[in-house]
């Protein structure tokens, strides 16, 4: 028992002293949107900001008073209306009648083999003319002058694909303890510092902003290759990267703000269909990611307290790192880095949320996700 103790300690150690560093690194070398100057309307090819809105009537009017605010001079917003039963539709047409910038499609049905979003953003792509576009949500807020500093860092590094890392609002102690250890956990699981370099397999995409060349996204197959995908952000910068374009990450700080979901039981029950999904379905590997994550983040800090000699040694290693990691990672998020010392209660709500999805998706036999049902085997045939 104890040659088994000191191994696994070992190898938790050298997980953080291998993959927590070079991960941190990486990190530490993405580009910061604030450090690019804004791109001159002769640089500023035509852009097309789609997004798809189902029930957001909460959300919807502060992001879009911000969307029509953006100083870009050859910009669109092609916004579809997925089947909303609140006032959405109202509050996005009157919208486009005060802006000649905005256009809105209404999705009244979903056809067979398509999940809500992806069909919305397919509908706005097709109605679109950018030879850029920039996927976003409906509850994105942007600074005036985020989109020609990103088109700035894009033209410089001669991207085909650009996401930020966005400001996430939090309010409150257990929101911040579980949105700060996403970011942890979001780091580890996708080094984002790994995405720039072409021979590196890792991709990232986020929801709240990925501007991509309309060359790369119709050559990728468009959102008839996510027609089933949950995690369509994830898979849409998997397949842009797979079919060779160029991609990279950014930080926007508060050039790009989102909202997420509003509380702790929100977090935990809107995430619900993403968790499991982002193991592919996939009860093994969902399980050695509920392992993986309880033991390289919760046991070292029993290891510290109660541990003895060299798992007392390998624990403090990689308590010192992880906390070192998670400061960065909550400096970024503009939080305090005290923060870092939540680490295990943060890793142990991640993974009671990975838990609950994968057992929720196999006992209901699939997701629920805009009030409308999907077969797990017709999730699986659809991933990408």
């Known amino acids: 028992m104890h040659a088994f103790s000191l ?22 070398r993405l580009p910061w949107l604030k450090d690019f100057g804004p791109a001159p309307d002769a640089d500023c090819p035509r852009i097309s900001v789609l997004f798809a809105a189902r029930d957001e009537e909460e959300k919807l009017p502060a992001a879009l008073a911000t969307l029509m605010e953006i100083d870009y001079p050859n910009l669109e917003v092609v916004a579809a209306d997925d089947r909303s039963q609140d006032a959405t539709a109202r ?27 992806p069909h919305a953003l397919q509908k706005a792509y097709e109605a679109s003319t950018g030879e850029w576009l920039l996927f976003t949500d409906a509850d994105v807020r942007f600074r005036p002058d985020a ?12 991207l085909d694909h650009f996401t930020l890392l966005t400001d996430v609002e939090m309010s409150g102690f257990w929101e911040t303890v579980l949105l700060t250890f996403f970011g942890v956990a979001f780091h580890l699981g996708n080094n984002p510092g790994g995405v720039h370099d072409p021979g590196s397999s890792a991709y990232v995409g986020v929801g709240a902003f990925q501007l991509t060349s309309r060359t790369a996204y119709e050559a990728s197959g468009t959102h008839r290759r996510l ?14 990267r797979q079919a060779g374009f160029r991609s990279a990450v950014g930080v926007s700080e508060e050039a790009v703000v989102v909202r997420w979901h509003a509380g702790l039981g929100n977090l935990i029950h809107g995430t619900t269909k993403n968790f499991f999904a982002a193991f592919g379905y996939d009860l093994a590997f ?3 990611g509920f392992m993986g994550m309880f033991t390289v983040n919760v046991l070292p800090f029993f290891g510290v307290v109660f541990g003895g000699g060299w798992v007392r040694l390998f624990s403090a290693v990689a308590v010192a790192i992880a906390l070192c990691f ?59």
Do not use: N
Not at 337 to 359: D, E, H, I, K
Not at 377 to 383: I, N, W, Y
């Open 147 to 158: 989109l020609r500093r990103a088109v700035a860092l894009t033209k410089q590094r001669k």
């Open 326 to 384: 998670h400061a960065g990672v909550d400096v970024v998020m503009r939080v305090s880095p005290l923060y870092a010392l939540t680490q295990p209660l943060g890793a142990l709500l991640f993974c009671y949320m990975l838990l609950r999805s994968t057992v929720v998706t196999l006992w209901q036999g699939g997701i629920v996700w805009r009030d409308t049902f999907y077969p797990l085997e017709e999730l699986k045939r659809g991933l990408v």
């Open 227 to 240: 027609a089933m995908e949950v995690v369509d952000d994830m898979k849409l910068a998997k397949m842009i």
């Open 7 to 28: 191994a696994l300690f070992e190898f938790i150690a050298l997980f953080w002293l291998t993959h927590g560093l070079r991960v941190a690194f990486g990190a530490m």
């Open 286 to 288: 969902a399980l050695v």
């Open 91 to 117: 509050i996005l047409d009157e919208f486009a009648g005060k802006y000649s910038r905005l256009r809105v499609i209404h999705v009244t049905e979903l056809p067979a083999g398509w999940l809500g979003k």
